[in-house]
Nanobody, 114 residues
Framework: VQLVESGGGLVQPGGSLRLSCAAS????????MGWYRQAPGKQRELVAI???????NIADSVKGRFAVSIDNAKNTVYLQMNSLKPEDTAVYYC?????????WGQGTQVTVSL
């Protein structure tokens, strides 16, 4: 499974961004897709994930500001990020899982700054 992310960039505090991640290859068994992030000097952390049945798990730090959605027909997961804060600055990684396997995207930089 290959994952290709898009939509990162520079945004001012309070702004919005939407990340997209499209899966290709043997996508039929994927049951979960979502997003993790890693800020400089910190460990990678979960942001938001969704199963194909639309069950979601969202980090407390972004609840009420971020939303994850999945388009099963397109094998694509989205992350809508609103009310962005400087502490949201990180490399955001797409994630897909099936059985005991998983795959990661190459990462997309999100920078929140004036």
């Amino acid at each position: 499974v290959q994952l290709v992310e898009s939509g990162g960039g520079l945004v001012q505090p309070g702004g919005s961004l939407r990340l997209s991640c499209a899966a290709s290859g043997s996508t039929g068994n994927i049951n979960t897709m979502g997003w993790y992030r890693q800020a400089p000097g910190k460990q990678r952390e979960l942001v938001a994930i969704s199963t194909r049945a639309y069950r979601t798990n969202i980090a407390d730090s972004v609840k009420g500001r971020f939303a994850v959605s999945i388009d099963n027909a397109k094998n694509t997961v989205y992350l809508q990020m609103n009310s962005l804060k400087p502490e949201d600055t990180a490399v955001y990684y797409c994630y897909a899982a099936w059985g005991r396997s998983n795959s990661w995207g190459q990462g997309t930089q999100v920078t929140v700054s004036l």
